[in-house]
């Protein structure tokens, strides 16, 4: 097709503004449709006599919008209705009317660690958000220290000294971009190329791909009900550098490490001069007997590194965690925060400092936890009604997911994938596992499934596993 | 001394909050005094009959508030009044009323790389916080794609088509962690321990320190008039996997890359299959001609990596940037975004998003282009009166900082020493050189003196030199 407008060089606008504007008019107007393919940036330049870069600047503006796609070798076309924002824009330069494509995506059913993120205190977050940005003086513009917002750290440090027996100063906690964040810190600290680093096994399929792409040498070590098996570690590999741990609910397994293989822990990476990673993402969700103590309140030897997310806590695309380093280690790690990310942004740090100094995260944490332990409730219950003998539940003390195990179902990676296709997202267990079989499983989150909701989610899951 | 106070068992509120409470209670009436020093947790917890950690977390709690501070060997003590807040707080556990000990300090005279804070449209950016903070959805709670925000990307991308002769999709745009994010993804990306990667010397000490901090081999390549001295890398290093480059303003003195440079650059880089990283940090400031185009524009062979950063156009504590990178390297860098840092907060890049998308972004840099126009100016006047003939100005065409050369003076470590004693943070260019000699000087930062300062701050300094 062929487009026919004509450009005024006496207006003041740039040309290739009126270039996008002429052909957003020609969409808009329904002179061309969608569908339609536009002449190439060379030909439309060549036809108007203006540089080829002029119309690369317009298209990429109208593609920006949604108006236009580039579709390879079927060239330039007009975008269907559905989806993209044809209207036309007041005509600033650089100002573009650009929408993610797709709505995001509700959480999918059984998706496994994410909070709830139905009841999450929007109103009171957005409120708190308002104050710190009505409150921006000109010197909170500057990079804050890399290390984190001082008020945060002081926060994060009271905390943990009250809710998970730890003592540290606030110079030993480090604010990162989340548990992610946290184990990038260490590997650049810590870990060189072929350090054989302790992976417990079933493990947190993140920690291994973070630590398989720093080139260390994963060394699976075996979980059972006490939780990671120390002696076995110890046999495969005595001088590991690194133990990366997941002791108040193991994860995926839920297990809680026994006080004694806690103890032999400390004691090897004691006598080792091994390091431990201490990683607690969701210690504060238990719903039986008294919250279990942290590793790290038992580190005499100051061995234990100690991180912790505000992903669970609070949600996830706020991107905040944190670390807590034995004194030793507080100088190479707020270093390292400098030369690896420079630091987390200042407002988010500071609501967060807020939402903790007022008692809203203490009283956030008391909610999420009576909550879940109901709607963990509520999906057991619900899968004991759909499935009877046909499925074991493990429901272990705490944590933000179940295990159930369907014996005589296809294999648990085929469940999880036909899963998918019917818009759930169960994990299964085999996928978590490196070189020691823990059986088939799916682990079933139920954090976002509304209790009265569960009977209906768990018969489609049941028309999955019967199919 | 000691405290006398004595527990209420009775009472709801937890021992360690009416410990805290009490400790407190005897600092603000006074009955104890700044500098006096508190009984040691085991004899208070002795005295107290409770547990030590019980002790430990009241003072946990109160040196959070500032109200006391432990001193090593000096024990526990009461905080002066100066910093410390001491105020009876609302008893909800877990609650702390803390502040940063010290106020953010303003700019320092002269600080380099640092946009002026003073005049940023800070009413404008929080009205824009504010609607995103108001209409947060459950779904925005959940991590967003870690490459970035779709409408940022888009945003970005469409930016750098029209600004800087770009072209790309919003797939190869990477929203990073500022420009050390950047930095952090190509090491992990492209990088392993003792490749030769070429560094321009003299050179951005951030940049060094990070790739050092990677173990790659640094190869210091000298820079001219007309920018990066190819030839010579070639001839220290002709496989070297990847050269940072600075062309558009070398860091730190300012030149431009000449276009035979560039295209030689280039050209080696296809020739040896080698990447480049155009670190292109203040490209938007350029006070004499037009725009210097990128050299990504130029970059027939895809072997460029650009990357930009809203630290310079926006402000430091944002802590974001972009990286575009070759179509044949967006899957890898997405995937080390999820591995490295799982991606920036949700809120802060939509409002970035929206204020380039309602074209606040392009009206803020040219009105910051215009202002620092008249600080370069007025400062480099200033420095002509002070100094005279003692003095050569370097105005490189455009940037954030100038360049003056005080040929009879102290060593300019020496200068740059005296002049934070005093209060102010030029930098000296012998710092930021590694093998090859650029002479004496001091990098003197515009953006923050306001015109009519200049003279008595340009005073202040010439009090330094001349000491």
């Known amino acids: 097709m062929t487009l026919s407008f004509t450009l005024d060089p006496a207006e003041t606008e740039p040309l290739f503004l009126q270039i996008a504007t002429r052909v957003r008019h020609?969409?808009?107007?329904?002179?061309?449709?969608?569908?339609?393919?536009?002449?190439?940036?060379?030909?439309?330049?060549?036809?108007?006599?203006?540089?080829?870069?002029?119309?690369?600047?317009?298209?990429?503006?109208?593609?920006?919008?949604?108006?236009?796609?580039?579709?390879?070798?079927?060239?330039?076309?007009?975008?269907?209705?559905?989806?993209?924002?044809?209207?036309?824009?007041?005509?600033?330069?650089?100002?573009?009317?650009?929408?993610?494509?797709?709505?995001?995506?509700?959480?999918?059913?059984?998706?496994?660690?994410?909070?709830?993120?139905?009841?999450?205190?929007?109103?009171?977050?957005?409120?708190?958000?308002?104050?710190?940005?009505?409150?921006?003086r000109p010197?909170?513009?500057?990079?804050?220290?890399?290390?984190?917002?001082?008020?945060?750290?002081?926060?994060?440090?009271?905390?943990?000294?009250?809710?998970?027996?730890?003592?540290?100063?606030?110079?030993?906690?480090?604010?990162?971009?989340?548990?992610?964040?946290?184990?990038?810190?260490?590997?650049?600290?810590?870990?060189r190329q072929g350090d054989p680093v302790w992976m417990e096994d079933p493990g947190y399929f993140l920690t291994r791909q973070a630590l398989e792409a720093a080139g260390v040498r994963l060394v699976p070590v075996r979980v059972d009900q006490d939780g990671l098996r120390v002696a076995s570690g110890i046999v495969a590999a005595p001088k590991a550098r690194l133990a990366v741990v997941t002791p108040t609910h193991q994860c995926p397994t839920g297990v809680a490490m026994s006080l004694h293989r806690r103890l032999e822990l400390l004691a090897w990476a004691t006598d080792a001069g091994s390091w431990i990673l201490e990683d607690d993402y969701d210690s504060e969700f238990r719903y039986v007997g008294r919250p279990l103590p942290s590793l790290k309140s038992l580190d005499r030897g100051q061995r234990v590194l100690y991180a912790g997310t505000f992903s669970k806590t609070l949600f996830p695309a706020l991107r905040l965690g944190y670390l807590v380093v034995p004194p030793e280690l507080a100088t190479a790690f707020a270093r390292a925060s400098r030369l690896l990310t420079m630091g987390q942004p200042a407002l988010e740090q500071h609501v967060v400092a807020t939402f903790m100094q007022k008692g809203h995260f203490a009283r956030h944490i008391r909610r999420m936890r009576m909550?879940?332990?109901?709607?963990?409730?509520?999906?057991?219950?619900?899968?004991?009604?759909?499935?009877?003998?046909?499925?074991?539940?493990?429901?272990?003390?705490?944590?933000?997911?179940?295990?159930?195990?369907?014996?005589?179902?296809?294999?648990?990676?085929?469940?999880?994938?036909?899963?998918?296709?019917?818009?759930?997202?169960?994990?299964?267990?085999?996928?978590?596992?490196?070189?020691?079989?823990?059986?088939?499983?799916?682990?079933?989150?139920?954090?976002?499934?509304?209790?009265?909701?569960a009977p209906a989610i768990v018969a489609r899951l049941a028309r999955v596993v019967d199919q």
């Open 371 to 453: 909550l879940y332990k109901e709607r963990r409730l509520a999906l057991a219950k619900a899968l004991d009604a759909a499935f009877g003998s046909r499925v074991t539940v493990e429901m272990a003390a705490g944590g933000m997911h179940l295990l159930a195990r369907f014996p005589n179902a296809a294999d648990d990676t085929v469940l999880a994938k036909r899963a998918k296709h019917a818009g759930m997202m169960p994990s299964a267990l085999s996928a978590m596992t490196m070189a020691h079989d823990q059986g088939q499983g799916l682990l079933l989150g139920f954090t976002n499934i509304a209790a009265e909701d």
């Open 26 to 136: 020609a969409i808009t107007s329904g002179q061309v449709v969608a569908g339609a393919r536009l002449p190439s940036a060379r030909t439309l330049a060549a036809q108007l006599a203006v540089a080829r870069g002029t119309v690369d600047a317009a298209y990429s503006l109208l593609a920006g919008e949604g108006a236009i796609a580039t579709r390879g070798s079927a060239g330039t076309v007009v975008s269907g209705t559905e989806g993209a924002r044809i209207e036309p824009v007041e005509h600033t330069p650089f100002m573009f009317d650009v929408e993610p494509a797709q709505d995001p995506a509700t959480p999918l059913p059984f998706q496994i660690g994410l909070p709830a993120l139905d009841v999450f205190p929007r109103k009171l977050w957005s409120n708190l958000t308002v104050q710190a940005a009505r409150s921006i």
């Open 139 to 191: 010197t909170d513009l500057a990079a804050a220290d890399p290390a984190g917002l001082p008020s945060l750290r002081h926060a994060v440090a009271a905390y943990l000294g009250v809710a998970r027996g730890i003592r540290c100063s606030p110079a030993q906690v480090l604010i990162t971009g989340g548990y992610v964040g946290a184990l990038s810190l260490v590997r650049n600290v810590l870990l």
